[in-house]
């Protein structure tokens, strides 16, 4: 009995110790971790601050834990927030507190059933042609004593999540095309009329100018208004037979068809966007350009391209100056 009660006192004596150690311990942390990247601090902003991103760079992704069910709402803007709740990641949410546009973004970090909250932020500092990304993670320990043994962990841990994460998004934005304003965007579907045809790829051009007119006069005819630029849509690509095209132009209301010219409708949905400026057979380099990004961005794509001729060569004989934008529907 004695030798059990001696037992019981120490380790209720050790108890007390590791207790007092732990309130000696920090009572809070500091984590953080910086890179160089080689890209605009615009292009790593955006990837950073978009929560639909964030699954192409972070160590956190859904891909780390298949049972989570993540939400995102709201986007680049205070208040936006992502909620997650999966067996390996718990429960818990992100919200976007503060934020200066291509500079600084700050978040709070919770998790259900813990009171604390730590502070995320990332700053953008360009360096020449490199920004330089630093990460930072800051929060209050309370006064848990497990919690302060655990405190001297988390920068190596956590610190880890961070350099794996900095990699990442050094590796995507690095990938990406050299090619300035590639964007997705929101297209609002419209009336339009439209010629659908199988021509050969030399004859694109002329079955453009012959058409295009043609559709102009025809709905001037019928009291049809211009809702925007001329536009083409390709259903298939095949240099060596015949490419299914579409040429039209966007109408306020709806009209009637007549023999070729068909009522159609303009694309809606997401879409991948550039803008490209210059004569129109050497706009491989803006569709080589959006191809890379669509694959570094692991975008799905649905259908082939449509282009809006924001430019009449009528008006400006200069090709340079021709303006053509450029989108790939996605799913």
């Known amino acids: 009995m004695k030798l059990l009660k001696k037992i019981v006192i120490w380790l209720v004596v050790l108890i007390a110790l590791l207790v007092v150690v732990a309130y000696l311990l920090p009572g809070s942390y500091h984590v953080e971790r910086s890179i160089l990247i080689k890209t605009d601090k615009t292009v790593a902003y955006d990837m950073v601050c978009d929560f639909e991103k964030w699954d192409l760079w972070t160590p956190w992704s859904a891909e780390s834990d298949t049972t989570a069910v993540i939400e995102n709402i709201g986007n680049c803007e205070v208040g936006a927030v992502q909620k997650w709740d999966g067996e390996e990641m718990g429960k818990g949410e992100l919200k976007l507190i503060e934020l200066d546009p291509a500079n600084m973004l700050k978040w709070e970090l919770g998790f259900e059933g813990i009171n604390e909250k730590m502070i995320m932020e990332m700053t953008f500092e360009q360096e020449g042609d490199d920004i330089l990304l630093s990460w930072t993670g800051d929060g209050e320990l309370g006064y848990n004593p497990l919690y302060r043994y655990m405190g001297l962990m988390i920068d190596s841990?956590?610190?880890?999540?961070?350099?794996?994460g900095l990699q990442n998004l050094k590796t995507l934005c690095e990938s990406l095309p050299d090619y300035p304003g590639i964007s997705i965007t929101e297209l609002a579907a419209g009336p339009a009329i439209s010629?659908?045809?199988?021509?050969?790829?030399?004859?694109?051009?002329?079955?453009?100018?012959?058409?295009?007119?043609?559709?102009?006069?025809?709905?001037?005819?019928?009291?049809?208004?211009?809702?925007?630029?001329?536009?083409?849509?390709?259903y298939n690509w095949d240099p060596e037979g015949l490419i299914l095209v579409e040429v039209g132009i966007p109408l306020e209301e709806a009209i009637e068809g007549e023999d070729m010219i068909m009522p159609a409708n303009t694309p809606g949905g997401q879409a991948v966007k550039a803008t490209y400026l210059g004569p129109y057979e050497e706009m491989a380099v803006v569709y080589e350009a959006l191809e890379q990004y669509i694959k570094v961005m692991k975008l799905d794509v649905v259908g082939m391209a449509y282009e809006v001729y924001v430019t009449d060569p009528g008006e400006e004989p200069d090709p340079a100056k021709w303006e053509t934008i450029i989108y790939f529907p996605l799913k």
């Not at 841990?157 to 794996?164: F, I, N, S, T, V």
Request: aromatic share 14%; glycine share 10%; net charge negative.
């Open 157 to 164: 841990d956590l610190g880890a999540d961070y350099e794996l």
């Open 195 to 234: 010629v659908k045809d199988s021509v050969a790829m030399a004859d694109l051009g002329v079955f453009m100018e012959t058409y295009m007119p043609l559709l102009y006069m025809y709905a001037i005819r019928q009291g049809g208004k211009m809702a925007g630029h001329p536009y083409s849509i390709y």
